[in-house]
């Protein structure tokens, strides 16, 4: 599985991943500290309310997403996945629907 990005106008650059050519790879002292660059740590995902798009030609699939950042920041960015995948999401969203149907049923009763 791979990520690419959506619509780079909407993007919200996390701190450090902002051009790389005025980035300091070597770390710096900040008040008797050294500092270090930090690679952002993403917290969440979530399917956008958006079609997946399928290319008939590969059987990859192209689902749109949100990545949500420790920071707060957040980017839109499609996760396109292979046949393989794509039947193995499929199988889990069915176990999930059925699940969910059963535990709804016997709350019912």
Do not use: W
């Not at 051009?19 to 993403?42: C, F, L, M, W, Y």
């Not at 949100?66 to 393989?84: A, H, N, Q, S």
């Amino acid at each position: 599985m791979t990520t690419t990005g959506h619509d780079p106008r909407s993007r919200t650059t996390p701190p450090s991943a902002g051009d790389e050519t005025t980035q300091n790879p070597a770390p710096q002292k900040v008040a008797g500290h050294e500092s270090r660059q930090t690679t952002p740590i993403v917290c969440g995902l979530s399917l956008l309310d958006k079609d997946p798009r399928y290319d008939r030609r590969t059987g990859h699939a192209a689902l749109p997403i949100e990545v949500c950042f420790l920071d707060g920041t957040k980017t839109t960015t499609t996760l396109d996945m292979d046949p393989g995948r794509v039947l193995l999401l499929s199988a889990q969203l069915e176990r999930a629907v059925a699940l969910r149907a059963k535990a709804q049923e016997a709350a019912a009763r």
